[in-house]
């Protein structure tokens, strides 16, 4: 444990010299002082420093930047036509206003040419984000070109938290942006006289997914995409037809990552199991996005805003 702290103090240490040039340069005024304890002082400087740059990594860099991860994944069932279909997904938007790193996630977007863009829930937190929203979706999506699609977070039921006034919103985003949003309904994805189905499911989070509507009228034999907001039916996914790969969020990564302890706290009733990452249970594979906004704390530490660019193989 001792050696996982230093490991800790050493990387934050890092950040601190990075971002703390200024306070360095006291400290050096400081020991030169006859009259102060040289050790007591390098060690609160020390201190302040690595407290600092964790604070200017953590509130003011991270979380306006943006990782794209890359991935392949290998799916026996997926139609041969859909061999290297690219899809892009982004989750948990959190949107407040069009800032820099949604930005940056429309001109990735556009430049990777993917033939899909799935968004997973937690679009907004409040009914006033509703515009930077919807006009984040609108420009992401003349900027695309291709299809779209979005399921529901538990953020978003927060902010719309009747029946009728979820459906409102989701019927606007509709007509406002094109985008297709799936509540526990599916989509057939034709391609070259084949096709595959497209599965959104409702939040699971607050426990509003409908496995049995979700996959309704999906053959057994299919292949499915399928969307979901957060990782609390992955279980059960993994029990069902068709074959399928998964895409969640809801996660955050974590959030706030530590050197060698990873992610300090996760809100799923699997703790960090599914915190991040690709995972598979029997046949089916999961993706969880780290997503792109907070909640809660304005805060990201060793977690970017996360752009995944995923290309389904066919294989065996
Ligand atoms: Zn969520």
Same mark, same amino acid.
């Given at each position: 444990m001792a050696a996982c702290w230093a490991a800790v103090l050493c990387f934050m240490a890092s950040?601190?010299?990075?971002?703390?040039?200024?306070? $360095?340069?006291?400290?050096?005024?400081?020991? +030169?002082?006859?009259? @102060?304890?040289? /050790?007591?002082?390098?060690?609160?400087? #020390? &201190?302040?420093?690595?407290?600092?740059?964790?604070?200017?990594?953590?509130?003011?860099?991270?979380?306006?930047?943006?990782?794209?991860?890359?991935?392949?994944?290998?799916?026996?069932?997926?139609?041969?036509?859909?061999?290297?279909?690219?899809?892009a997904q982004l989750s948990d938007l959190h949107i407040h206003s069009v800032s820099k790193a949604y930005q940056r996630a429309i001109d990735d977007i556009q430049r990777e040419h993917p033939n899909l863009v799935v968004i997973t829930g937690d679009l907004v937190d409040?009914?006033?984000?509703?515009?930077?929203?919807?006009?984040? $979706?609108?420009?992401?999506?003349?900027?695309? +070109?291709?299809?779209? @699609?979005?399921? /529901?977070?538990?953020?978003?039921?927060? #902010? &719309?938290?009747?029946?009728?006034?979820?459906?409102?919103?989701?019927?606007?985003?509709?007509?406002?942006?094109?985008v297709r949003v799936l509540v526990n309904q599916n989509a057939v994805l034709h391609h070259q006289g084949s096709r595959i189905w497209l599965v959104g499911t409702d939040d699971p989070y607050f426990g509003y997914a409908d496995l049995d509507a979700s996959f309704k009228g999906v053959p057994e034999t299919a292949f499915a995409l399928v969307l979901t907001h957060a990782p609390e039916a992955f279980e059960e996914l993994a029990r069902r037809r068709p074959a399928k790969v998964v895409l969640a969020g809801h996660t955050h990564g974590g959030q706030v990552r530590l050197p060698l302890i990873g992610a300090v706290?996760?809100?799923?009733?699997?703790?960090?199991?599914?915190?991040?990452?690709?995972?598979?249970?029997?046949?089916?594979?999961?993706?969880?996005?780290?997503?792109?906004?907070?909640?809660?704390?304005?805060v990201r530490f060793m977690c970017r805003p996360e752009l995944t660019i995923m290309t389904l193989r066919k294989g065996g």
């Open positions: 950040l601190g010299i990075r971002y703390g040039s200024a306070i $360095l340069n006291c400290k050096t005024l400081l020991i +030169g002082r006859q009259d @102060v304890n040289k /050790p007591v002082i390098c060690v609160g400087v #020390a &201190f302040g420093v690595i407290v600092g740059g964790a604070v200017v990594e953590g509130f003011f860099r991270e979380p306006f930047q943006l990782d794209v991860e890359r991935l392949s994944i290998v799916a026996p069932s997926l139609p041969t036509e859909f061999d290297g279909l690219k899809v409040r009914p006033e984000d509703t515009s930077a929203c919807i006009s984040f $979706l609108s420009q992401l999506r003349n900027a695309a +070109g291709v299809p779209m @699609v979005v399921v /529901p977070g538990n953020w978003d039921h927060r #902010a &719309f938290p009747t029946e009728q006034s979820i459906a409102t919103w989701h019927k606007r985003l509709q007509e406002e942006t094109g706290m996760v809100p799923s009733r699997y703790g960090t199991r599914f915190a991040h990452g690709l995972f598979k249970l029997g046949d089916t594979i999961f993706y969880v996005n780290a997503g792109m906004g907070m909640s809660h704390i304005p």
